[in-house]
């Protein structure tokens, strides 16, 4: 796949902020969640290179035997840098884990309830507020005793949660249900619910002066903009399939919001004083899902799931940086200021544990005029390949097949099926399956399967093909 790498070198990025008298990013790290690898990789965002991972489990498809130790599907992050800690969630493991940032270790790892999602600090730092996405509470953890003291009762399904700036609320989203619930931190009640436009918010963000609090809705691509002031919806902003992550950054005295939209390798800035117009449009590399700027709105780093990379931006001239490998299947991502006190320090730290490339592979519609479209992400796990798959516009609830054909040209005929799914309600499909698909790679000469196709299970016809010729 073509990824974008803007057209200047991360030497006169770095020399540009240098003359500018900006303060050296040599103590600050960016940490990215990896949820098939199952680790947190590490990187020095002054030279723009990664320095290792933290590994918290063992990757796929180890997992998939009985799993006594180690972390599972390490997903959600955040960074409190009033004791230099990290906070990690691991969905398939119930778990919270608090690394330090200065030795790499684990400081204590705290069970929750079924598949937490995200982790946020409140703005005191003494508490973890944690969404536990497969219940319907909040799990309240004490910093100082690194225990769980309190869960929080919300609507089913806890997506994220957001304080305001002084800590006094809380807005919190969910993943099963239409509305967003504000509660006062103070007696954990809630005080007030807010009907949204979908039931499927996994991101939400205050920005930086306490006036907004921006959602994601990834099922229907938008984003809901709230005033903190009236506890109201002021926006639903447009934003494309598969918007992951928002937040919010003060660039050359303005209020930006940027938006990751994994289906079309964007991500989309938005100008808060401009009553949310979008301003911009970055281009990226392979399905960008979280993202996290720097304290002083310079850069912005973002983590791309089917790229295994995280990819740096230059938030003054909104240029994309070289994209530096890391771990498997990144999600969440934090820019962490002031993460080490010795720039030098790298202890703790593992190599990647696959340095394989992933390959994407882009199925489009052998019509014109088709809006159906498909993405597959594969990548070596031991003697097979795991290959993720995002599917959009298809017919609802239909069934359909993914299969490799030994098929040159039309008639496509399915010599080696990877997965059955049903679409949902919208059309939509999101799953993974194994098989040994990177046979694709090899010589075109000697490999047995030439291309990748959907088939539509109930008229049998092939409505999606990879690298479709115009002749077809």
Not at 165 to 178: E, I, L, M, N, R
Not at 383 to 390: A, K, P
Request: net charge positive; charged share 15%.
């Amino acid at each position: 796949m073509k990824k974008t790498t803007g057209s200047f070198t991360i030497a006169l990025v770095f020399s540009a902020l240098f003359a500018t008298g900006q303060r050296p990013y040599s103590h600050d790290r960016v940490y990215a969640a990896n949820q098939i690898s199952n680790t947190v990789s590490v990187v020095d965002p002054q030279h723009n290179r990664f320095l290792g991972e933290i590994r918290l489990g063992k990757p796929f498809p180890t997992v998939f035997s009985p799993l006594y130790k180690g972390q599972m599907l390490v997903h959600g992050l955040r960074y409190l840098p009033q004791k230099k800690m990290l906070a990690v969630i691991s969905i398939g493991s119930n778990s919270v884990t608090l690394v330090s940032t200065e030795t790499n270790q684990v400081l204590k790892t705290i069970y929750v309830g079924r598949s937490p999602h995200e982790p946020t600090f409140t703005p005191d730092g003494k508490q973890i507020w944690v969404s536990v996405r497969g219940e319907a509470y909040v799990s309240v953890i004490d910093v100082a005793q690194m225990a769980e003291v309190r869960r929080v009762p919300v609507a089913d399904g806890p997506g994220m949660v957001a304080f305001t700036s002084d800590g006094k609320q809380a807005y919190v989203c969910s993943s099963f249900t239409p509305e967003v619930a504000i509660v006062n931190t103070a007696t954990y009640s809630i005080i007030k619910r807010i009907p949204v436009t979908s039931p499927f918010s996994p991101n939400i963000y205050t920005s930086s002066d306490g006036q907004w609090v921006a959602m994601t809705h990834k099922d229907v691509g938008k984003v809901t903009v709230i005033n903190t002031a009236t506890m109201s919806v002021t926006h639903v902003l447009n934003t494309g399939p598969i918007t992951n992550h928002v937040t919010f950054s003060n660039v050359n005295q303005k209020l930006l919001m940027m938006v990751t939209v994994g289906g079309e390798n964007k991500v989309r800035v938005f100008d808060a004083g401009q009553n949310f117009k979008q301003t911009d449009t970055i281009q990226v590399g392979a399905l960008p899902h979280g993202i996290w700027p720097s304290a002083d709105g310079k850069i912005m780093y973002i983590g791309l799931e089917y790229g295994d990379q995280v990819q740096g931006i230059d938030l003054q001239t909104m240029k994309p940086m070289r994209p530096v490998q890391i771990g498997q299947s990144p999600q969440a991502v934090v820019y962490a200021d002031g993460a080490v006190s010795d720039p030098q320090n790298a202890v703790g730290l593992s190599p990647l544990g696959d340095s394989a490339s992933t390959q994407v592979i882009v199925l489009t519609g052998l019509t014109k005029g088709g809006k159906a479209h498909g993405r597959l992400s594969v990548r070596s796990i031991g003697l097979t390949d795991l290959i993720e798959q995002n599917f959009t516009f298809l017919q609802p609830n239909a069934s359909y097949t993914v299969a490799l054909s030994k098929s040159v040209g039309p008639p496509f005929v399915s010599d080696y099926e990877l997965n059955r799914f049903e679409a949902d309600s919208q059309g939509k499909y999101n799953g993974q399956s194994t098989g040994l698909i990177k046979s694709l790679t090899a010589n075109q000469d000697t490999q047995p399967y030439r291309h990748v196709i959907l088939t539509d299970n109930r008229t049998k016809q092939v409505i999606l093909l990879d690298n479709p010729s115009e002749s077809y």
